[in-house]
């Protein structure tokens, strides 16, 4: 079994910053994509941001220039640091991760418990 457990988030005024940390473990053969997705009240589950292991990174447009996603590789940690977030940033992040598990070699979608970040204005 895999598992992701997320640290952070919390309540910050607009302009601030924040950063998410994002642990997988258990049995895991490797890791390719690693991220946040976010779902704001009432709207859908949207791509934060995700990073392979060999560095490529996608950003969505609206946190293109303020997000940095980066990771530790031989820990098997993300972290997303997030800055000069607006209201319009608020939502439940949810860290992400595309894991192949040891037991049956299978590459499977994984997801953390969600962690809230709320911008006031």
Do not use: H
């Amino acid at each position: 079994q895999v598992q992701l457990v997320e640290s952070g988030g919390g309540l910050v005024q607009a302009g601030g910053s924040l950063r998410l940390s994002c642990l997988a473990s258990g049995s895991i053969c490797g890791i390719n994509d690693m991220g946040w997705y976010r779902q704001a009240p009432g709207k859908q589950r949207e791509l934060a941001a995700t990073l392979t292991t060999g560095g490529y990174s996608t950003y969505a447009t609206s946190v293109k220039g303020r997000f940095t996603l980066s990771r530790d590789n031989a820990k098997n940690t993300a972290y997303l640091q997030m800055t000069s977030l607006k209201p319009e940033d608020t939502a439940v992040y949810y860290c992400y991760a595309r894991a192949r598990n040891c037991g049956t070699l299978a590459l499977n979608d994984y997801w953390g418990q969600g962690s809230q970040v709320t911008v006031s204005s």
